[in-house]
C-alpha cells in the first residue's frame, strides 16, 4: 500500500520566462503538484517555452511591459494568484532541490513563516558542472507579497535590463535565510551566458555614472552584494575571490572559467564606465 500524496505547499511558484525552451520541461516538473500553483509569465517567447508549459499543465499568463514601474516580478506579485500569499520565484532554468522541498515543508508546517522573505542559497552550475566552491551566491526568493516589495530604483533609463528587476532584491520587514538551495543549471550554450552578461553590464554601467540610483541599488542587495558593490579593483577582487578565496580552484576547469568570465564582466562594466563618463564630459564641453 503507498503513503498517501502529501499536501501542496501553500505558495505559488511564479517562473517569469523568455525563450526558456531548453530548460522549461524540468522547472516546471520540479514543482508541478508539490504546490498549490505553478505560473509561467511569458514576456512573448518565439520558441516552445508557453506550449511546453501548458503541456504539462502549469497555468501561464501573459505579459508585456509598459516601460514604467512595476517590472515584471512585482507586476506577478501584484496580479498573478494574488490569493497565495507567499511566491517562490524560480527562473526558466532553476529547480528547487529535495532538500529545499523538505525545508519549506518544515518551514510551513508551523503556519504561516515569520520572516517577510528568504534568502535561498543558489547551487550553480557552469561548463557542464555544479560548482561546489567559487561561486556562492543568495537569492530572495521566497516572500510573502504582504510583507515584500521590489524597490522602484530609478532604473527605468539604464539600458540593459528592460522589463526585469536588475541585480537587486525585494526589500522586506524581516528577512530569514534558508540552508538548501535552487539549483541554476542553464542548458543553453554558454553563448547566451556572455550574450545576457553583455547587456548586464550595460545596466551596471549606466549605475556607475548615475551614483544616487546606484546607491539605491546597493540598499536593495543582499549583505554579500552591499559588500562587493564597493570593493575597488573589481575585476581582480572578482578573480581572487571566486578562485582562490572561494577555492574555485577544487572546481577544475570549470571553477577556472567561471572565475575568469565573472571577472571579465566585471571589467566591461569598468569599461563602459569610462566610457560614459569620457562622452559625457565631451558632450557637455
Same mark, same amino acid.
Given at each position: 500500500?503507498?503513503?498517501?500524496?502529501?499536501?501542496?505547499?501553500?505558495?505559488?511558484? +511564479?517562473?517569469?520566462? @523568455?525563450?526558456? !525552451? %531548453?530548460?522549461?520541461?524540468?522547472?516546471?516538473?520540479?514543482?508541478?503538484?508539490?504546490? $498549490?500553483?505553478?505560473?509561467? #509569465?511569458?514576456?512573448?517567447?518565439?520558441? !516552445?517555452?508557453?506550449?511546453?508549459?501548458?503541456?504539462?499543465?502549469?497555468? #501561464?499568463?501573459?505579459?508585456?511591459?509598459?516601460?514604467?514601474?512595476? @517590472?515584471?516580478?512585482?507586476?506577478?506579485?501584484?496580479?498573478?494568484?494574488? %490569493? +497565495?500569499?507567499?511566491?517562490?520565484?524560480?527562473?526558466?532554468? /532553476?529547480?528547487?532541490?529535495?532538500?529545499?522541498?523538505?525545508?519549506?515543508? %518544515?518551514?510551513? !508546517?508551523?503556519?504561516?513563516?515569520?520572516?517577510?522573505?528568504?534568502? +535561498?542559497?543558489?547551487?550553480?552550475?557552469?561548463?557542464?558542472?555544479?560548482?561546489?566552491?567559487?561561486?556562492?551566491?543568495?537569492?530572495?526568493?521566497?516572500?510573502?507579497?504582504?510583507?515584500?516589495?521590489?524597490? %522602484?530604483?530609478?532604473?527605468?533609463?539604464?539600458?540593459?535590463?528592460? $522589463?526585469? /528587476?536588475?541585480?537587486?532584491?525585494?526589500? !522586506?520587514?524581516?528577512?530569514?535565510?534558508?540552508?538548501? *538551495?535552487? /539549483?541554476? $543549471?542553464?542548458?543553453?550554450?554558454?553563448?547566451?551566458?556572455?550574450?545576457?552578461?553583455?547587456?548586464?553590464?550595460?545596466?551596471?554601467?549606466?549605475?556607475? #555614472?548615475?551614483?544616487?540610483?546606484? /546607491?539605491?541599488?546597493?540598499?536593495?542587495?543582499?549583505?554579500?552584494?552591499?559588500?562587493?558593490?564597493?570593493?575597488?579593483? @573589481? *575585476?581582480?577582487?572578482?578573480?581572487?575571490?571566486?578562485?582562490?578565496?572561494?577555492?574555485?580552484?577544487?572546481?577544475?576547469?570549470?571553477?577556472?572559467?567561471?572565475? #575568469?568570465?565573472?571577472?571579465?564582466?566585471?571589467?566591461? +562594466?569598468?569599461? @563602459?564606465?569610462? $566610457?560614459?563618463?569620457?562622452?559625457?564630459?565631451?558632450? &557637455? &564641453?
Amino acid at each position: 500500500m503507498t503513503a498517501p500524496a502529501a499536501d501542496p505547499l501553500p505558495l505559488a511558484v +511564479i517562473i517569469p520566462t @523568455k525563450d526558456e !525552451a %531548453e530548460n522549461i520541461a524540468r522547472t516546471v516538473s520540479s514543482v508541478l503538484g508539490r504546490v $498549490e500553483a505553478v505560473v509561467v #509569465v511569458d514576456s512573448d517567447s518565439s520558441d !516552445a517555452t508557453v506550449a511546453i508549459a501548458r503541456d504539462l499543465g502549469a497555468q #501561464v499568463v501573459a505579459y508585456a511591459w509598459d516601460g514604467r514601474y512595476p @517590472k515584471k516580478k512585482q507586476w506577478c506579485l501584484d496580479r498573478v494568484r494574488p %490569493e +497565495i500569499p507567499w511566491v517562490l520565484f524560480l527562473d526558466g532554468d /532553476e529547480t528547487p532541490s529535495a532538500e529545499l522541498l523538505a525545508e519549506l515543508r %518544515e518551514l510551513f !508546517a508551523a503556519g504561516p513563516p515569520p520572516a517577510g522573505a528568504y534568502d +535561498i542559497p543558489l547551487g550553480y552550475w557552469f561548463g557542464g558542472r555544479r560548482l561546489r566552491h567559487g561561486h556562492t551566491i543568495v537569492k530572495r526568493a521566497l516572500v510573502d507579497r504582504t510583507r515584500c516589495r521590489f524597490p %522602484e530604483v530609478g532604473d527605468l533609463d539604464a539600458p540593459g535590463m528592460g $522589463e526585469q /528587476e536588475g541585480h537587486y532584491q525585494p526589500v !522586506a520587514d524581516v528577512v530569514g535565510r534558508l540552508r538548501s *538551495p535552487i /539549483e541554476h $543549471e542553464d542548458l543553453d550554450p554558454v553563448r547566451t551566458w556572455f550574450d545576457r552578461h553583455n547587456r548586464y553590464s550595460d545596466w551596471e554601467a549606466w549605475l556607475e #555614472v548615475h551614483p544616487d540610483v546606484r /546607491e539605491g541599488v546597493r540598499l536593495a542587495k543582499t549583505r554579500q552584494g552591499q559588500v562587493f558593490h564597493r570593493a575597488p579593483f @573589481k *575585476p581582480l577582487v572578482s578573480f581572487a575571490y571566486a578562485y582562490l578565496w572561494k577555492r574555485g580552484f577544487l572546481d577544475g576547469r570549470a571553477g577556472f572559467d567561471y572565475a #575568469v568570465a565573472m571577472s571579465f564582466y566585471r571589467w566591461q +562594466i569598468g569599461v @563602459k564606465a569610462r $566610457e560614459a563618463r569620457r562622452l559625457g564630459r565631451a558632450t &557637455s &564641453s
